[in-house]
């Protein structure tokens, strides 16, 4: 009896202890333990307020969110904001329900790894392997007489089989068809601008593979008399590949795809509320689509018998970030584990050779500073990237706007629910990815070593000679490196809209104020050689690497403007990049320096349109009363004039370069 009694008081102690692990994602913990200033968390249900009350539901968007945030494994913010139905009657609810379209892709990813880890599925075996009814796929051939412009189109043996690698990292040459799957009423033109249109996009139709009464194995049966669009392994191109996975799944487990995934996936996570569809009692809780019925295609309210793993499920803030703290875990979480940490480095790890070509979207690529791993899109590049973050973070996006990220380096995840229709300037605005900004702008910075000055008398004439904007680039935080705004980082308008072709780099829209377009740079243009360089033949990263440059410098290029035959020369000037700036404002106020927050976002304390005053402790450093004991230090050039200013000088510092002088 004492024996069972002692075992019985180890499995109490166990069990408590898992549910206090538990309770540390889903009850906020304090932010300052966490490394975070709670006053800067605070901005972030005022940013999504803002927008809600700029963008009325009639455009598309209902008018609320989730945002969860964990950090070292705890939860650090969870908050509703706004409303989950169009009407603004219902107040949003922490657990409410959101559609999370393609970020159902990494879920399925993880699915196919575990049968990876258990050694029943291999990466490289070919996908006929699986699925015999795929082995016969021919490859799509389109070519085009530069000469008369004549194209023709035919059919090509592939060089190699398709693998389950290649469905991991969208290198099979399955593809998504050219109209919006939830909206086909979307015009050719709009298809084109997402997806980079071609003939063969035609092909792949929605209602002739992707109907919601049939099955996976209905669905891969219909692909098998489509030509693939490219020859597996070469290109990375978004499409059908995870929803191929989810089948590849369900034949290698013996189980149809939705009860793998509740067994392996949902059920030892404790994902409560995730699945193919919402039952019946939990339907008060499911958001509102942002259009005025929900497209019949992705009807979450019953059952399907389609078990899409590119983008069927639905799942709240809590249940994805339980998700996402297993893979920042590497494979466990409370105890349970999911996957091997082998597993989760391989898809959190650049999977695409350097060889490949980038077709379609600006998620993935030199251009976005990003690269794709097995199911999940990886910062690569501080200097292309427009968002802060460490080097290997990881993330991916839905169709309506939900997104989440990964930070290995700072152990931090954040994910965003939100619905909003795509295309429409309301998802834009909340998918200008501010929610990374306002985050990691919100880490607090270690307080300096030495005790603080005594405050100094600095003359006037210094004060003034320090007043000025100073631009950050794109940095919020300490621990991230975007370009800094210092006339280094050449711009061109042309980076993120360009995919690499055979024969060059074709460009799809560029930034009508940028100097290419200002150049006579249009839309469907191909360049053909940068700076006497041929680059037919090169990979997008060399191409974007000869793009960059210094500020005022200029790039010579040969070019084949759309509907013309010949090549002809044209020189460019790289100008200043100023994108998502971040910036303070110093001026002169009553004796005294004062600085205030400008540009795109916030940074540390600063606010915009608030002076915060700055203390002399030498003739060219100043602190700041507030949390972080900010501390600034003034840079000057070889001819003393005055250049740039660091905060927190030392291995938190964040750099800026003057480029506005005087009292602006």
């Known amino acids: 009896m004492k024996h069972i009694a002692s075992l019985w008081t180890i499995l109490v102690a166990l069990c408590l202890s898992g549910s206090a692990f538990a309770d540390e994602l889903g009850t906020p913990g304090d932010a300052k333990s966490l490394g975070f200033s709670a006053q800067r968390l605070a901005r972030i249900a005022p940013w999504y307020q803002a927008r809600f009350d700029a963008f009325p539901p009639s455009e598309g968007l209902v008018p609320g969110a989730v945002v969860a945030i964990a950090k070292d494994g705890k939860l650090a913010f969870l908050q509703a904001i706004g409303f989950q139905d169009r009407a603004k009657t219902i107040p949003m609810k922490t657990n409410s329900i959101f559609w999370i379209a393609s970020m159902s892709k990494p879920v399925t990813s993880v699915a196919a790894m575990i049968l990876v880890d258990e050694g029943k599925l291999d990466l490289d075996a ?291 629910m939100i619905q909003a229709v795509p295309g429409s300037k309301a998802r834009q605005a909340l998918v200008s990815l501010g929610i990374n900004h306002l985050v990691y702008g919100a880490l607090t910075v270690p307080a300096p070593f030495a005790t603080p000055a005594a405050p100094a008398i600095v003359s006037p004439e210094t004060l003034a000679d320090y007043a000025g904007t100073y631009d950050f680039g794109g940095s919020v935080s300490p621990g991230d490196r975007q370009g800094l705004a210092d006339g280094k980082n050449g711009w061109l308008g042309i980076e993120a809209f360009v995919a690499m072709e055979q024969e060059g780099l074709r460009i799809n829209k560029p930034d009508p104020g940028g100097s290419a377009a200002k150049a006579g740079v249009t839309a469907g243009d191909l360049i053909t050689e940068l700076d006497d360089t041929p680059l037919k033949g090169l990979a997008l990263a060399d191409v974007m690497a000869r793009l960059r440059g210094p500020a005022n410098t200029t790039i010579k290029m040969k070019i084949v403007h759309r509907g013309h035959d010949g090549a002809s020369d044209l020189s460019v000037v790289r100008a200043a990049r100023r994108v998502n700036t971040v910036q303070l404002r110093l001026r002169v106020e009553q004796g005294r320096l004062v600085a205030e927050a400008a540009g795109a976002w916030p940074i540390l304390e600063f606010e915009n349109g608030k002076a915060t005053p700055l203390v002399a402790t030498s003739g060219n450093e100043f602190t700041v009363d507030d949390d972080d004991h900010t501390r600034i230090a003034f840079v000057r050039d070889a001819a003393g004039k005055v250049s740039g200013l660091i905060l927190n000088p030392g291995p938190w510092e964040q750099k800026a370069a003057i480029v506005a002088p005087g009292p602006n």
């Open 126 to 416: 070919p996908i006929a392997k699986y699925l015999p009814e795929l082995g016969d796929m021919q490859v799509a051939l389109q070519r085009t007489d530069s000469a008369t412009g004549k194209t023709e189109y035919g059919l090509d043996l592939p060089k190699r089989p398709m693998t389950v690698r290649d469905l991991l990292r969208h290198t099979s040459g399955l593809i998504y068809p050219e109209l919006d799957f939830a909206f086909p009423e979307r015009g050719l033109a709009e298809a084109s601008a997402d997806f980079g249109i071609r003939a063969i996009h035609m092909l792949y139709g929605w209602k002739g593979v992707w109907r919601r009464e049939k099955t996976l194995a209905d669905f891969v049966s219909s692909l098998a008399g489509l030509p693939l669009a490219h020859q597996p392994g070469e290109v990375h191109e978004y499409g059908w590949s995870v929803d191929v996975l989810g089948r590849v799944v369900e034949v290698v487990s013996g189980q149809s795809f939705d009860q793998f995934l509740q067994s392996r996936v949902f059920e030892p996570l404790h994902m409560v509320d995730t699945g193919f569809y919402v039952p019946e009692e939990k339907l008060d809780r499911l958001v509102d689509s942002p259009m005025p019925e929900r497209p019949p295609i992705w009807d979450v309210t019953k059952p399907a018998k389609l078990f899409s793993g590119g983008g069927g499920l639905v799942s709240t803030a809590p249940d994805y970030l339980r998700f996402c703290q297993m893979l920042l875990n590497g494979g466990e979480l409370d105890g349970v584990r999911v996957l091997t940490a082998q597993a989760v480095k391989a898809m959190t790890t650049n999977a695409l050779p350097p060889d490949v070509r980038i077709f379609g979207g600006d998620e993935v690529g030199g251009r976005a500073g990003t690269t794709f791993g097995l199911g999940f899109g990886i910062r690569t590049s501080p200097v292309s990237s427009w968002i802060p973050g460490a080097i290997g973070s990881f993330s991916w996006a839905g169709y309506w706007g939900t997104y989440f990220w990964v930070d290995p380096a700072e152990k931090l995840i954040g994910v965003q």
